[in-house]
């Protein structure tokens, strides 16, 4: 089982587009040198991916091109970003993508699985 470390300074949580309590959390580590991207559900992480840094570059090319390629204005994306901009004038944390710290479960010591 590994160490469950704090969210540091570097990183943030997403949520499942399928809802429910499945989170991603993105978080880079100085120390080593990683980015690590673990999956949870409720206080219990589910995986981990440590990425090596020098790899970051290769993803977000991926991602960016992804991103370029849902141009489509019906794709549930756009769509979802677009229902993003009707949201009332001070959104949620969770909304804009500013999830604190604190938005992590804290409540019991999470588990690796």
């Given at each position: 089982?590994?160490?469950?470390?704090?969210?540091?300074?570097?990183?943030?949580?997403?949520?499942?587009?399928?809802?429910?309590?499945?989170?991603?959390?993105?978080?880079?580590?100085?120390?080593?040198?990683?980015?690590?991207?673990?999956?949870?559900?409720?206080?219990?992480?589910?995986?981990?991916?440590?990425?090596?840094?020098?790899?970051?570059?290769?993803?977000?090319?991926?991602?960016?091109?992804?991103?370029?390629?849902?141009?489509?204005?019906?794709?549930?994306a756009n769509a979802q970003?677009?229902?993003?901009?009707?949201?009332?004038?001070?959104?949620?944390?969770?909304?804009?993508?500013?999830?604190?710290?604190?938005?992590?479960?804290a409540v019991r010591t999470?588990?690796?699985?």
């Open positions: 089982m590994g160490e469950v470390f704090p969210m540091p300074a570097v990183g943030d949580l997403f949520t499942d587009m399928r809802g429910g309590d499945r989170r991603m959390r993105v978080s880079y580590h100085e120390g080593p040198g990683v980015v690590v991207v673990s999956l949870w559900a409720d206080t219990v992480c589910r995986g981990t991916f440590q990425l090596a840094t020098g790899d970051v570059a290769r993803l977000v090319a991926l991602l960016s091109q992804v991103e370029r390629s849902a141009g489509d204005l019906d794709s549930p970003a677009e229902a993003a901009t009707r949201q009332p004038a001070t959104p949620s944390p969770e909304q804009t993508g500013d999830v604190s710290r604190a938005a992590l479960p999470p588990r690796v699985a």
